[in-house]
């Protein structure tokens, strides 16, 4: 491969982008030119030539040097925080603090700094360094300087040092159910599980059986569909949302909206209801667009419906709360419905929110866009009333959501934010041991740069919104706050390469948010991980990710497959569970069926049998291990290991509670003895993907009502519950 050129390198350097990185097996691999002029580009540097780079270079060290402040600065509770100032060599530099609250802070001590000025259109510019007292509050405060008649500001946000549980878990464990929302389907509900099943589940879960969150699927809003074309179906995936920030109304339970009380056509509203749940019981998937097609017509009527004075004011304040991202929303819905899902194919004054077109298209249909609005308020109650009902019924942390790496590149949040996000790249992970084509997710990433000079203010109002009703929040690959995997449009996963973020400023804000929530932040930190980005996340309080089937024991030494991890040398900080949505439930596992099904699917890279082998020595060795510490009978292997699966899945979980870590997860598929993943990873329509509902053993599908009587759900929730009891002394 030809040498990359010298500027090519520095500006890379400059702007976060690897110019090489190891891949998974080891190999050192130089970034091809094509992929870091394509990533620069997507940064707005311009760099296909040694006239553009050397340009470049010069433009970002003057923009350094013209900038008084830095963009943000983050610091930690405790510690000593030095920034840089910048004002004409040899005037003096006032600087000081205004805390969040409104309070002014002194303090700010100036320390050495001996570089030497800056040349800047013949106005010489000096640095001076200063450290901020070890003293300050948590919060987003700011940063004034002045010098001379000329006065500027910035932001400081000052992050937890330690998040950690919070005090109620300090010295004891908890467990949990984790399950994908829509699946669980009851006997009220619209063909899709919802928040009052949601609410319900939590109700059950923790008074019969001691249950401490659940962790749901990301409820993240979806494009709309089911009313004009050209609309496409509603995505499945609950990991390609529209919008992160805001929910997807197909959750919402209509009768549970107060003004439903009111409504003249209630008849109605239940005979849309009683359709949906017939056509729902002669289908083996979840039909969102049906379901969605009957609830919005329902939820139109209830829109229509006059509210009390009181219900206005919770309205407004709710508006007023949100701001223009939920105008923002709320007008790319309404122009979605019009125009279709993709803001790229609209007419060039829609394209951006601040498009000459927007303003007219809002005035002339403000009851339309005040309809997707009011829906999202609808959802913060019915989000906030689950989380109310959970932590009422002995819930510690109650409801745990789970956020999603990023959005649809034609979505809401890609409309409304395209100026902080890269539109000429998309995120990805490169290849490694299962995917050895990488992966392209489609997703378009941050921009660290315009995070940075935007004071995190859209990625603060993220976190704080997900947040807002839980009492966790599972991060899904939040490597990503460390480095994203930047792929070129219309180049192959291959052909990526790494983009660095500044995770003190991104993991801080997560901590801060987390606090003031009093929640718990575990990040999905599974795959090709830096060592010590593990590291970093556990001095900072934030709980990884353990699947049993991942965990083992890489020092084993044994020949072929390697031997479980045993229990006691788990990671204490993490969230730990038998299996995950990637996966199939315990029982399918164990009988290879993740096996048949990527063979079926033609996703297999070696013959199926050698692969059923391998997935048998893998089963084999957790027996083995089950068998060693006495929770499988010891000798051979029992015949009915085989026939029985709930025996096994009894005894992994049991396991489990042999481990140090502190959050342990239980699958309702897994409580309930279902088989089918919910999502078959390199397929979209080949598999049912997220579209699977809840089922029995035997396939039938499940009521939430059924499982609230189920015998095998009782048996394995208890067993967890008695794992992590201490016993009396």
Not at 4 to 33: C, I, K, M, N
Request: net charge negative; charged share 25%; proline share 7%.
């Amino acid at each position: 491969m030809t040498e990359l050129a010298p500027s090519l390198v520095e500006l890379a350097r400059r702007f976060g982008v690897a110019t090489s990185y190891q891949d998974w097996s080891g190999r050192h691999v130089v970034v091809a030119e094509s992929t870091l002029v394509a990533v620069l580009g997507a940064l707005g540097v311009r760099a296909s030539s040694e006239q553009d780079r050397n340009a470049a270079l010069i433009a970002d060290l003057r923009a350094h040097w013209a900038r008084p402040l830095p963009p943000t600065i983050v610091g930690r509770a405790g510690g000593q925080t030095r920034f840089w100032v910048h004002v004409t060599h040899g005037d003096p530099a006032e600087v000081w603090l205004q805390l969040e609250d409104g309070t002014e802070r002194g303090g700010v001590e100036q320390v050495d700094n001996f570089t030497p000025p800056f040349d800047l259109d013949g106005r010489w510019v000096g640095e001076a360094s200063f450290v901020l007292p070890t003293d300050l509050p948590l919060g987003y405060h700011r940063v004034h300087l002045r010098s001379g008649d000329y006065q500027s500001s910035t932001a400081l946000i000052v992050t937890p040092d330690w998040l950690g549980l919070p005090e109620k878990l300090a010295t004891r464990r908890a467990w949990g159910l984790a399950t994908q929302l829509y699946s669980v389907r009851s006997q009220h509900s619209w063909g899709v599980g919802d928040l009052v099943d949601l609410a319900d589940l939590a109700l059950w879960s923790a008074t019969a059986h001691g249950a401490d969150y659940v962790l749901v699927n990301p409820l993240h809003a979806a494009a709309p569909s089911g009313s004009q074309e050209p609309l496409k179906p509603m995505e499945p995936s609950p990991y390609l949302p529209t919008s992160r920030r805001f929910a997807n109304p197909l959750y919402l339970r209509v009768e549970a909206i107060p003004e439903f009380a009111e409504l003249p056509k209630r008849g109605r509203v239940r005979q849309l209801r009683d359709e949906v749940q017939h056509r729902a019981a002669h289908r083996d998937s979840i039909d969102r667009d049906s379901a969605w097609a009957a609830k919005r017509a329902a939820l139109k009527m209830i829109h229509r419906q006059p509210r009390s004075a009181g219900r206005e004011l919770a309205y407004a304040a709710y508006r007023a709360r949100e701001g223009h991202a939920l105008d923002d929303f709320a007008t790319w819905c309404a122009l979605a419905e019009k125009h279709g899902a993709n803001w790229r194919r609209w007419p060039k004054s829609l394209r951006h929110p601040y498009a000459p077109g927007v303003a007219e298209f809002v005035a002339k249909n403000a009851n339309a866009v005040d309809f997707h609005r009011w829906m999202q308020w609808q959802l913060d109650e019915q989000l906030a009333a689950a989380q109310s009902q959970a932590t009422r019924a002995g819930m510690t942390l109650g409801i745990m959501h789970d956020l999603a790496v990023g959005v649809h590149p034609n979505g809401a949040d890609a409309w409304a934010l395209q100026d902080v996000l890269a539109l000429g790249v998309t995120a990805g992970a490169p290849p490694d041991e299962f995917n050895q084509l990488g992966q392209d997710w489609s997703q378009p990433p941050w921009r660290p740069d315009r995070l940075n000079e935007l004071e995190y203010r859209p990625f603060r109002a993220l976190i704080r919104a997900v947040l807002r009703h839980s009492g966790g929040v599972r991060i899904d690959h939040i490597i990503g706050l460390f480095r994203l995997w930047w792929i070129p449009s219309g180049a192959p996963p291959t052909e990526g390469t790494y983009v660095r973020y500044d995770h003190e400023a991104m993991i801080g804000i997560v901590a801060l948010e987390a606090h003031r929530a009093g929640a718990v932040v575990v990040g999905e930190d599974l795959g090709t991980v830096e060592p010590w980005v593990r590291d970093y996340l556990l001095l900072r309080g934030l709980l990884g990710t353990s699947i049993l089937w991942f965990e083992q024991d890489r020092d084993s030494g044994s020949a072929g497959a390697m031997a479980p991890l045993p229990a006691e040398r788990w990671r204490e900080y993490c969230l730990s569970s038998v299996t995950t949505h990637d996966l199939p439930p315990t029982a399918g596992y164990l009988a290879g069926e993740h096996v048949r099904l990527r063979e079926s699917l033609g996703l297999l890279a070696r013959p199926v049998e050698d692969e059923l082998r391998s997935a048998a020595a893998e089963r084999e060795g957790w027996l083995a291990e089950l068998r060693r510490v006495g929770l499988l009978d010891d000798g051979p292997e029992d015949p009915r290991d085989a026939e029985d699966p709930e025996r096994v899945i009894l005894a992994l979980h049991r396991y489990l509670g042999r481990t140090p870590s502190r959050l342990l997860g239980v699958a309702l598929t897994d409580a309930v003895g279902d088989r089918r993943t919910q999502n078959q990873p390199g397929t979209t329509d080949e598999y049912p993907n997220w579209r699977v509902p809840l089922a029995g053993p035997d396939g039938q599908p499940m009521f939430l009502e059924d499982v609230f009587t189920d015998p095998r759900a009782a048996t394995l929730l208890d067993a967890v519950r008695a794992a992590i009891t201490p016993e009396p002394a």
